[in-house]
Every structure is written in C-alpha cells, then in structure tokens.
C-alpha cells in the first residue's frame, strides 16, 4: 500500500512448521487448563462451590484465550521511507513487534533468493537472521545482508516491484554485489551437461 512519499507492504505467515505447532499446542493447553482444574473441583469441592468455581476457571481459560491466541494469526510488515526499511511482525492485527530498521545504504548485498544465492550465502558466516516472509517458499523471496553491531546479519523479506525500484534507487551496489557474488554458482546447461559427463 501507499502512504505518502513511503511504501508498505504486508504478507501473512502461512499457518505451517512452528506456527501450526504453536496453535496445537495452545488448542492443548487452554483444555488443560479448564479440565484439570474442573476435574479437581468436581472431586474435591462440595456442592456449593462448584458452579461459582467453575466459572472462575471458565473466565481464566477465556483470559488466557484472548492473551495468547493472537500469537497464530502473524503478518509481516516492511516500509520504505526516505532511506530505511523498517520491518515489524503484527500478532492478530493489533499487536506489533519485533521492529527492525536498517539504513538501506547498509546493505553490502541485495537480491533474490535462488539457488545460486543460497550456495552463496552457505559460504558467508552469519550471526543474526531476520525472517519477514509468509514462508520459506515465497516465490518473491529476498535477501538483504548488513552489519549491525559488529555481526554480520541478513533479513529475509517478500519483494514486490516497487519495493525492489525504491531499495535500487537508494543503493544500486547492493544489488550489483549480489550479482557479483552468485554468479559464480549460477549453473547453465553447457555446465551441466559437462557434470554429467565428468560423473
């Protein structure tokens, strides 16, 4: 979306891996948490006590519902304005966290994640990743590497054409580092058909 001279733009996490894990286990809990304790008060308790008791774990189990559950529903959020690119991870459309903003000039690399990329990147020593994308599929996936703090870092993000335009504006030798750098691992069918041959 536009908004001004900036641009945003926002992708939701695919309910998959650790989220679908996170959503069990949460599903898991909140019946523990009304079951046991029920069961505890239905055993122990005498007769007077169990309805008020009851709805008092019922209420607990509702709070703990309305804390946590936003935690399942996950966006990622980037915007461009001026020369930085901020990225914030949005629970259950109201909560955001986990801000992250980076000068663009920054960036010593930019460009799609590929095949030749990620052999690329099995080579650099990373100390900190970022993943802003919907999931590990993403067919816009992107790659950003900076220094922050002395540690080598790389966000992962999902690039639309403007958001591609606006980071080339700000800072063309990323992108042309990129190219630099995965052109070496970039196989073409005359090299595969002599590994074939080697083989």
């Not at 641009?7 to 891996?17: A, L, T, W």
């Not at 802003?132 to 870092?153: M, N, P, R, T, V």
Request: proline share 3%; hydrophobic share 40%.
């Amino acid at each position: 979306m536009f908004e001004g001279s900036g641009y945003e733009h926002i992708v939701k996490q695919k309910v998959e891996g650790s989220l679908l894990i996170r959503k069990v286990c949460l599903v898991i809990a909140y019946i523990m948490l009304f079951t046991l304790p029920s069961f505890l008060v239905l055993s122990l308790c005498p007769m007077s006590l169990v309805i008020p008791l009851i709805i008092i774990i019922a209420s607990i189990t509702v709070v703990a519902y309305l804390m946590t559950w936003k935690y399942t529903s996950v966006e990622f959020e980037y915007s461009i304005f001026g020369d930085t690119i901020s990225f914030v991870s949005i629970y259950g459309k109201k909560s955001r966290k986990g801000k992250l903003d980076v000068t663009i000039k920054n960036f010593s690399e930019i460009g799609k994640y590929t095949d030749a990329s990620e052999k690329h990147l099995e080579e650099v020593v990373i100390d900190r990743d970022y993943l802003f994308i919907s999931h590990l599929l993403a067919e816009h996936l992107y790659y950003g590497l900076f220094d922050e703090d002395g540690e080598k870092c790389i966000v992962y993000f999902e690039a639309t054409d403007k958001a591609i335009s606006l980071l080339k504006k700000y800072n063309p030798s990323a992108f042309r580092a990129y190219e630099r750098e995965t052109r070496k691992f970039i196989t073409t069918p005359t090299q595969k058909i002599q590994d074939k041959e080697e083989e």
